[in-house]
């Protein structure tokens, strides 16, 4: 297994502009405990929404943090401390809404672009919650805040209600709620989406028993208050959060049983494509990935984020980052795993924000060195291939082959060798996945699905040395040549 040193990503962006150059940064480390929730854009700039642990209080503060051009951060507002929740973020032009829950009080405040607040802060006491609520996300209309979460009960066994609060505008003060009863033992209301101007698409998690869940999607009329139709229940035996993305009338979602996927669901419930993506990680000793975000880019292609288990490790994570098409197809994938003073840390990865050149991923890992235990918190800037540099990048690119056979056959030509910027290849079967490994069997090239012919592709990018094309053709087999590149950087 790869141990990335933090010092070393670090020296990687120092003093460079954000549009140009890429990063990892920690944030924290030890002072506080310290979490990141989300990025959001707002005026122009890219921030951070968390909170940090005090010890000596036992309380939580709601952080908000400039991303600075260097990859570092920059403290803007602190809003409220106590038994805070993870806090939810909304912008709209040039106003900013953070909600978040307190036991059984849910708080709302607005601001400004300069971070003023508008209307003082509002607490909600929430009717029938005897314990504590939790937000999942926060949505708008023209006229209204929506505040999607459920109540958190610590009794093995309770029940545990959905709620959707709806909040005016003009007037924090003034809000309705409606909880929205389980059809099974809990119902954990984890996402919405507007599906068109008037209802949404509603993710709970239900619970049938003590081992088994159900993710349930449901369509909702927010302007008449009601349930439309339930379009699926899909079992994941997993009590985790759940995130969904609407894309080219397309309800996209993650699946956890019988294995960790992601789904494409239409209109009606039924599934258009399924990625499944438990074993992405396995030549680096990881499985049985969890998602704790998906997003749609400009695009329109699917960022997931999330954490994957460590084999050799029963409770350890790696967070990684992945990228597909809305057609189901897995463009690449990266995993990111950090240590601190040669112990391994615990990855969650929850932020995303995109950028003129590249994304902005946020986290935060669980250290363990003692009791108590520590989180620090990191940002990530990738370019669009999910890359800090090309040397990082080469480190964790997909490896997939197992579907092909290992049949030595007759698959291609060169028709240069050794090649500089370029190789010129022709193929000779209709499908063919091309990959070249590099002498540490490292895939630091990929290609899927090119048709018989003759070929130019693009590696201008890929320093000199040798390397290993190979080429698979699905259902017949491979062929592997030694391929020497010159003259590059």
């Given at each position: 297994?790869?141990?990335?040193s933090?010092?070393a990503?670090?020296?990687l962006?120092?003093s460079?502009?954000?549009?140009?150059?890429n990063?990892f940064s920690?944030?924290?480390?030890?002072?506080?405990?310290?979490r990141?929730?989300?990025?959001f854009?707002f005026?122009?700039?890219?921030?951070?929404?968390?909170?940090q642990?005090?010890?000596?209080t036992?309380?939580?503060?709601?952080v908000i943090?400039k991303?600075?051009?260097d990859?570092?951060v920059?403290?803007?507002?602190?809003i409220?401390?106590?038994?805070i929740?993870?806090p939810?973020?909304?912008?709209e032009?040039?106003?900013?809404?953070?909600?978040s829950?307190?036991?059984?009080?849910?708080r709302?405040?607005?601001?400004?672009k300069?971070?003023?607040?508008?209307?003082?802060?509002?607490?909600?006491?929430l009717?029938?919650?005897?314990e504590?609520?939790?937000l999942?996300?926060?949505?708008s209309?023209?006229?209204?805040?929506f505040?999607f979460g459920y109540e958190?009960k610590?009794?093995?066994?309770a029940k545990?209600d959905?709620?959707?609060?709806?909040?005016?505008?003009?007037?924090?003060?003034?809000?309705?709620?409606k909880?929205?009863?389980?059809t099974l033992?809990r119902?954990?209301?984890?996402d919405?989406?507007?599906?068109n101007?008037?209802?949404?698409?509603?993710?709970?998690?239900e619970?049938?028993?003590?081992?088994?869940?159900?993710?349930?999607?449901?369509i909702?009329?927010?302007e008449?208050?009601?349930?439309?139709?339930?379009?699926?229940?899909?079992?994941?035996?997993?009590?985790?959060?759940?995130?969904?993305?609407?894309?080219n009338e397309?309800?996209?979602?993650?699946?956890?049983?019988?294995?960790s996927?992601?789904?494409s669901?239409?209109?009606?419930?039924?599934?258009?494509?399924?990625?499944?993506?438990?074993?992405?990680?396995e030549?680096?000793?990881s499985?049985r990935?969890?998602?704790?975000?998906i997003?749609?880019?400009s695009?329109?292609?699917?960022?997931?984020?999330?954490?994957?288990?460590?084999?050799?490790?029963l409770?350890?994570f790696?967070?990684y980052?992945?990228k597909?098409?809305?057609?189901?197809?897995?463009?690449?994938?990266?995993?990111y795993?950090e240590s601190v003073?040669?112990?391994?840390l615990d990855?969650e990865?929850k932020?995303?924000t995109?950028?003129?050149?590249?994304?902005?991923?946020?986290?935060?890992n669980?250290?363990?060195?003692?009791?108590?235990?520590?989180n620090y918190?990191w940002?990530?800037?990738t370019?669009?291939n999910?890359?800090?540099?090309?040397?990082?990048?080469s480190?964790?690119q997909?490896?997939d082959?197992?579907?092909?056979?290992?049949?030595?056959?007759?698959?291609?030509?060169?028709?240069?060798?050794?090649?500089?910027?370029a190789i010129h290849?022709?193929?000779?079967?209709?499908?063919n996945?091309?990959?070249?490994?590099?002498?540490?069997?490292?895939i630091?090239?990929?290609q899927?699905?090119?048709?018989?012919?003759?070929?130019?592709?693009?590696?201008?990018?890929?320093?000199?040395?040798?390397?290993?094309?190979r080429?698979?053709?699905?259902g017949?087999g491979?062929?592997?040549?030694?391929?020497?590149?010159?003259g590059?950087?």
């Amino acid at each position: 297994m790869r141990h990335i040193s933090i010092l070393a990503i670090l020296s990687l962006g120092l003093s460079i502009s954000l549009s140009a150059q890429n990063y990892f940064s920690t944030l924290t480390y030890k002072e506080n405990r310290s979490r990141l929730v989300s990025n959001f854009e707002f005026n122009d700039r890219h921030y951070n929404l968390g909170y940090q642990y005090f010890e000596a209080t036992f309380e939580n503060c709601i952080v908000i943090s400039k991303i600075e051009v260097d990859g570092s951060v920059s403290f803007i507002k602190n809003i409220g401390t106590g038994n805070i929740g993870d806090p939810t973020v909304l912008t709209e032009g040039e106003k900013l809404y953070i909600a978040s829950a307190i036991d059984s009080t849910v708080r709302i405040s607005e601001f400004d672009k300069f971070f003023n607040n508008l209307q003082p802060l509002v607490s909600h006491g929430l009717p029938d919650i005897d314990e504590n609520a939790v937000l999942s996300k926060m949505i708008s209309s023209s006229q209204y805040i929506f505040l999607f979460g459920y109540e958190r009960k610590n009794i093995t066994g309770a029940k545990e209600d959905a709620f959707i609060l709806r909040v005016d505008k003009s007037d924090l003060s003034k809000i309705k709620y409606k909880a929205i009863p389980p059809t099974l033992i809990r119902s954990k209301l984890h996402d919405a989406e507007w599906l068109n101007d008037s209802t949404i698409v509603v993710a709970a998690l239900e619970q049938t028993d003590i081992i088994d869940f159900f993710l349930r999607l449901d369509i909702y009329d927010l302007e008449l208050n009601k349930l439309n139709s339930t379009l699926t229940d899909i079992r994941i035996s997993s009590n985790s959060a759940h995130d969904i993305e609407i894309v080219n009338e397309q309800i996209i979602v993650n699946q956890r049983f019988p294995y960790s996927a992601l789904l494409s669901l239409d209109l009606e419930g039924n599934v258009n494509w399924e990625l499944a993506i438990d074993n992405t990680f396995e030549a680096y000793e990881s499985d049985r990935l969890s998602i704790s975000k998906i997003s749609i880019d400009s695009n329109k292609d699917i960022i997931v984020q999330g954490s994957a288990n460590r084999v050799s490790d029963l409770y350890g994570f790696n967070g990684y980052i992945m990228k597909a098409t809305n057609s189901g197809d897995l463009v690449w994938a990266r995993q990111y795993l950090e240590s601190v003073d040669n112990i391994l840390l615990d990855t969650e990865l929850k932020g995303w924000t995109e950028t003129e050149d590249g994304y902005i991923f946020s986290g935060h890992n669980t250290y363990y060195p003692a009791v108590p235990t520590y989180n620090y918190a990191w940002i990530l800037k990738t370019d669009f291939n999910g890359c800090i540099s090309d040397t990082s990048c080469s480190d964790y690119q997909l490896v997939d082959t197992e579907e092909f056979s290992e049949t030595a056959i007759n698959a291609f030509d060169l028709l240069m060798n050794p090649v500089q910027d370029a190789i010129h290849i022709n193929l000779k079967f209709t499908s063919n996945h091309i990959a070249l490994i590099d002498s540490q069997g490292r895939i630091v090239y990929r290609q899927k699905d090119y048709p018989a012919g003759k070929h130019i592709l693009d590696i201008s990018n890929i320093s000199s040395g040798i390397y290993f094309l190979r080429v698979d053709v699905a259902g017949e087999g491979n062929q592997i040549e030694q391929l020497v590149v010159e003259g590059n950087r």
